[in-house]
């Protein structure tokens, strides 16, 4: 795959225990990234994205406008990809 690109994303709000995780899940299956999402000690979910540019833009496209009522802020920070890509999309603890 070429111009992979890798995002971190962070989603604050009300996130866990309104189905985020599984919401991310189906959005990466339809968009083609690979990655994991996990919730964080502190309230927030964590997901990591590797793809396209277009495929990581439709991921979060979906995700904000399926949880817009939970989300109240996200941060996205792209980072280097180096080494084996992520396969699949992962919940993980």
Do not use: W
């Amino acid at each position: 795959m070429g111009n992979v690109q890798r995002v971190h994303f962070f989603f604050f709000g009300t996130v866990q225990g309104v189905g985020f995780r599984f919401t991310a899940l189906n959005a990466a299956k339809r968009s083609g990234v690979s990655g994991f999402v996990r919730n964080l000690p502190d309230g927030s979910v964590e997901a990591v994205c590797e793809g396209t540019g277009n495929q990581i833009d439709a991921f979060l496209g979906e995700v904000t406008r399926d949880m817009s009522g939970y989300i109240s802020d996200y941060k996205a920070r792209e980072e280097a990809v180096h080494g084996k890509l992520l396969e699949g999309f992962r919940i993980t603890h």
